[in-house]
């Protein structure tokens, strides 16, 4: 009974951390939603107050219709979504070849690609504008698109992932007459499952937040993305912030949904690739 009665303090007592912890971090939220539902007075008043006294839905109306968000939304949309499909192809082939293959230099080849993973891509943008530039794909969807086609992290999860998976796997199908391409894409890929989820939530949350490449590779305001499109609300010498939280919280339900319905298999995935 004592040992009972410890291990029930002990979990309220973590429950209970955790509680403050995470009323902790959702506060910056909290703030975000109850500025987005003031005015711009009661924003600036001295008397700051978490509950508005006047609730100002039509900030959300206001916000939309100010930046032409609806076409941003697409432009991010169709940006992020491609991105992260072609993310998750070439990582796969590639993963893949580096798990199950043999040939020469396949550890230097693998070190050098890991290695790229501290290169920010800051450091490249001279030498990609310059490429597409003479392709001429500045403010277009290819420019959005193309530099971001392939990543390491995305190759090295798919490999560990692969590498978990016994080779007993492969070698019945080898047996039932399989391809190669066939155990790849028909048994190898459905296993990895999780590692799709993983990389599909980190690459399309990076693509949707992303504001360098907009901001870099498009002129027009057709092509402009979410991020770029929260700028407007900041002016030079202010700031309209219930229209920038209003806005900011449109932003960010997408991901926030996206996250909540693939949270099972993105944890699933981060636990079952580190641990071969």
């Given at each position: 009974?004592?040992?009972?009665?410890?291990?029930?303090?002990?979990?309220?007592?973590?429950?209970?951390?955790?509680?403050?912890?995470a009323?902790?971090?959702?506060?910056?939220?909290?703030?975000?939603?109850?500025?987005?539902l003031?005015?711009?007075?009661?924003?600036?008043?001295?008397?700051?107050?978490?509950?508005?006294?006047?609730?100002?839905?039509?900030?959300?109306?206001?916000?939309?219709?100010?930046?032409?968000?609806?076409?941003?939304?697409?432009?991010?949309?169709?940006?992020a979504?491609?991105?992260?499909?072609?993310q998750?192809?070439t990582s796969?082939?590639?993963?893949?070849?580096?798990?199950r293959?043999?040939?020469v230099?396949?550890?230097?080849?693998?070190?050098?690609?890991l290695?790229?993973?501290?290169?920010?891509f800051?450091?490249?943008?001279?030498?990609?504008?310059?490429?597409?530039?003479?392709?001429?794909?500045i403010d277009?969807?290819?420019?959005?698109?193309?530099?971001?086609?392939a990543?390491a992290?995305?190759?090295?999860?798919?490999?560990?992932f692969?590498m978990?998976?016994?080779?007993?796997?492969?070698?019945a199908?080898y047996?039932?007459g399989?391809?190669?391409?066939?155990?790849?894409?028909r048994?190898m890929?459905?296993?990895?499952?999780?590692?799709?989820?993983?990389?599909?939530?980190?690459?399309?949350?990076?693509?949707?937040?992303?504001?360098?490449?907009?901001?870099?590779?498009?002129?027009?305001?057709?092509?402009?993305?979410?991020?770029?499109g929260?700028t407007?609300?900041?002016?030079q010498f202010?700031?309209?912030?219930?229209?920038?939280?209003?806005?900011s919280?449109?932003?960010?339900?997408?991901?926030?949904?996206?996250?909540?319905?693939?949270?099972k298999?993105?944890?699933?995935?981060?636990?079952?690739?580190?641990?071969?």
């Amino acid at each position: 009974m004592e040992q009972k009665r410890g291990r029930g303090w002990r979990k309220t007592a973590i429950y209970t951390v955790l509680l403050i912890l995470a009323l902790f971090f959702f506060l910056p939220y909290l703030w975000m939603i109850s500025t987005a539902l003031k005015s711009n007075q009661e924003v600036v008043s001295q008397n700051l107050t978490l509950i508005p006294r006047n609730w100002h839905w039509e900030n959300f109306v206001n916000a939309w219709e100010s930046a032409n968000f609806g076409r941003m939304f697409l432009n991010s949309f169709i940006m992020a979504f491609t991105v992260t499909i072609g993310q998750i192809f070439t990582s796969v082939l590639a993963g893949y070849a580096f798990a199950r293959l043999q040939f020469v230099g396949k550890k230097t080849l693998f070190l050098i690609l890991l290695s790229t993973l501290v290169i920010p891509f800051q450091m490249l943008v001279i030498p990609v504008f310059i490429m597409l530039m003479k392709v001429g794909w500045i403010d277009t969807y290819l420019a959005l698109i193309v530099p971001s086609l392939a990543n390491a992290f995305g190759i090295f999860l798919f490999r560990q992932f692969f590498m978990s998976i016994p080779y007993s796997v492969e070698e019945a199908a080898y047996i039932d007459g399989a391809s190669r391409w066939t155990i790849l894409w028909r048994i190898m890929f459905p296993l990895a499952r999780p590692a799709s989820v993983t990389l599909f939530l980190f690459t399309f949350i990076a693509e949707w937040n992303d504001l360098f490449k907009p901001l870099v590779f498009t002129q027009s305001e057709s092509m402009r993305t979410v991020q770029f499109g929260l700028t407007v609300f900041q002016e030079q010498f202010s700031t309209n912030y219930t229209l920038l939280m209003a806005a900011s919280i449109l932003v960010t339900v997408p991901v926030l949904l996206l996250f909540l319905v693939g949270q099972k298999q993105f944890i699933k995935g981060i636990a079952s690739t580190g641990g071969k």
